[in-house]
């Protein structure tokens, strides 16, 4: 049996993609399960709901050896802690290739897609199976999430035709409607502890020989996130000294309006912002403009720097 999972933290396409990439790896012949490495984001549940799912599994170490298949990510720090000692069979996903190895020939599938669901409905498509309605909603929903409903900069004409495919099938006619229901859901917080809103959108990515823990919260309500500004950089501080990170940043993405304001803990963290993105600070704030793409804008800009 092979186990399916997206990456730590995770969001809409993480968890639709490993339910989805089970169910056609189970179709075709390969038993598979799939599994989540973290809680569910408000979104996601959300999703879940809507389409009458249980979440899968929480899944926090394998035995070494556990033939595995990995969606939405590929880099050893953003999967399960041992996974060097696992057996990766498949990787499916639209993110830069990181440090992965694998003990024996794998089945690699990247594409520069908006979303893996997007590249699932290809797989689909390239053996020849139908998409059941469950699995329809579930891409459609992780190509709305991912492309924050087509308004990000990784947004391909794929995503665009994948969404539009998918819609019918999946029952759903107002797909505008359908994807601000879903970012209400992700933006209503309530009173999440700052150190969990912290990391329900996070990654950790090495840049030269430091390491940087990049938040994201998107959202159609900033201002209830600036409300607790205070309490959200005391829980970045605190888990920049516990992880050891080189820095930390959490990015403010104004879903409507297409803009990203950045919390900074440090003078660190604001001369590396100013460097790398021109971006102007003002106390704890960083202006990132129109830059509310991690994978396409945030980390290739600092990689870019840490490089120099
Ligand atoms: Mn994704």
Redesign the pocket.
């Known amino acids: 049996m092979i186990s399916v999972f997206g990456h730590l933290n995770p969001?809409t396409?993480?968890v639709t993609?490993a339910l989805v990439y089970a169910h056609l790896l189970s179709r075709t012949g390969t038993p598979a399960t799939a599994y989540r490495l973290g809680d569910l984001n408000l979104e996601t549940a959300y999703v879940l709901r809507e389409v009458g799912l249980d979440a899968p599994e929480l899944l926090s170490s394998l035995a070494a050896g556990s033939p595995v298949a990995l969606v939405?990510h590929n880099e050893s720090a953003q999967s399960l802690p041992n996974l060097i000692d696992l057996d990766v069979r498949y990787v499916v996903d639209?993110?830069k290739l990181g440090d992965l190895t694998t003990s024996q020939p794998a089945l690699l599938r990247f594409e520069p897609l908006g979303?893996?669901a997007t590249l699932l409905l290809k797989l689909h498509r390239e053996a020849g199976l139908s998409i059941e309605p469950v699995d329809a909603r579930l891409m459609l929903s992780?190509v709305l999430s991912?492309t924050l409903h087509f308004r990000s900069p990784t947004t391909t004409d794929a995503d665009r035709d994948a969404a539009a495919f998918l819609a019918p099938i999946a029952g759903i006619d107002d797909v505008a409607g359908y994807a601000m229901q879903m970012f209400a859901a992700k933006s209503n917080l309530g009173d999440i502890a700052a150190d969990k809103l912290l990391k329900m959108d996070y990654k950790v990515f090495p840049f030269g020989t430091q390491t940087w823990g990049l938040g994201v919260v998107e959202t159609t309500n900033p201002a209830y996130v600036f409300g607790r500004q205070s309490e959200l950089l005391s829980a970045m501080q605190a888990e920049k000294a516990a992880a050891g990170l080189g820095g930390i940043l959490l990015s403010v993405v104004d879903i409507l309006n297409e803009t990203n304001r950045t919390l900074i803990v440090s003078e660190h963290e604001a001369e590396v912002v100013r460097a790398a993105f021109g971006a102007g600070t003002q106390d704890n704030v960083a202006d990132l403009g129109h830059l509310i793409s991690r994978k396409k804008q945030i980390v290739p800009a600092l990689e870019a720097h840490f490089a120099d």
Do not use: I, S
Request: charged letters at 35%; aromatic letters at 0%; one cysteine or more.
């Open positions: 969001d396409d993480a993609a939405d639209h993110h979303c893996t992780a991912d």
